[in-house]
C-alpha cells in the first residue's frame, strides 16, 4: 500500500521561511507520476498550492506564484515545498497528494503551518 508522510510544518513569522517533505513509501512494482501539494485553512476549501509532473513541470496558484518552488527527487520517492514569505493567509494545514504509473490516487495525512503576525 502506497503511503505519503509530509513533514516539516511549523509556526513561523510573517516573512519567514518553511520547506515541506513528503516522502512515499509501499512503491512496489508502481511510480510515482504527477504530485502536489495542496492547503486547506479552517472553514476553507481544500486547494491546490502547486503541481510537479515526474519530469519537472510545474504548476503552481497565483497566491504563491514567485514566493514558494516546488521540487521532487525521483529515485528518493521524494517531494518538497520551499515557502518563502509567508504570509498569514498561508496558514493551513498542508497535504501532499500523488497519483501513481497503476492509476492510484494517494493523499498524506497532512503538516500544519501556522503564520503569526
Known amino acids: 500500500q502506497v503511503q505519503l508522510v509530509e513533514s516539516g510544518g511549523d509556526l513561523v513569522q510573517v516573512g519567514g521561511s518553511l520547506r515541506l517533505s513528503c516522502t512515499a513509501s509501499g512503491l512496489i512494482g508502481d511510480i510515482l507520476t504527477i504530485m502536489g501539494w495542496y492547503r486547506q485553512a479552517p472553514g476553507k476549501e481544500r486547494e491546490l498550492v502547486a503541481s510537479i509532473t515526474r519530469t519537472g513541470s510545474t504548476n503552481y496558484a497565483d497566491s504563491v506564484k514567485s514566493r514558494f518552488t516546488i521540487s521532487r527527487n525521483n529515485a528518493a520517492n521524494a517531494m518538497y515545498l520551499q515557502m518563502n514569505s509567508l504570509k498569514p493567509e498561508d496558514t493551513a494545514r498542508y497535504f501532499c497528494?500523488?497519483?501513481?504509473?497503476?492509476?492510484?490516487?494517494?493523499w498524506g495525512q497532512g503538516t500544519l503551518v501556522t503564520v503569526s503576525s
Open positions: 497528494k500523488a497519483n501513481t504509473w497503476l492509476n492510484r490516487e494517494v
